[in-house]
């Protein structure tokens, strides 16, 4: 679970379906691209933040039973600079 997002990112352009079962097991969901408007949000959001080298997208499901795109937005965080401390125990 992602604690760092404040509001929810939905994909543009993208559709997602439940897979077909039956027969088809292995198949576990239809993702439908339209590409002008999908790549249009892809742009907004490398726009929004050039450093982006990757989108994450996790494929939901609503609670009326509706699946759909939203975007990862975690990041991890910058790990924290251990200073070196001193210390008298230290033979040097």
Do not use: C, H
């Not at 027969?23 to 999908?38: C, G, R, T």
């Not at 959001?45 to 990757?54: F, V």
């Amino acid at each position: 679970m992602n604690n760092q997002q404040s509001e929810k990112v939905f994909t543009e352009g993208m559709i997602v379906k439940p897979g077909p079962g039956g027969d088809v097991p292995w198949v576990k969901a239809k993702i439908s691209i339209k590409l002008d408007e999908f790549g249009a949000w892809v742009a907004a959001q490398k726009k929004a933040d050039p450093s982006i080298e990757w989108i994450n997208i996790d494929i939901n499901e609503s609670r009326g039973g509706k699946w759909y795109a939203e975007r990862d937005m975690w990041k991890p965080t910058a790990p924290k600079s251990e200073a070196p401390t001193q210390s008298d125990d230290i033979p040097w």
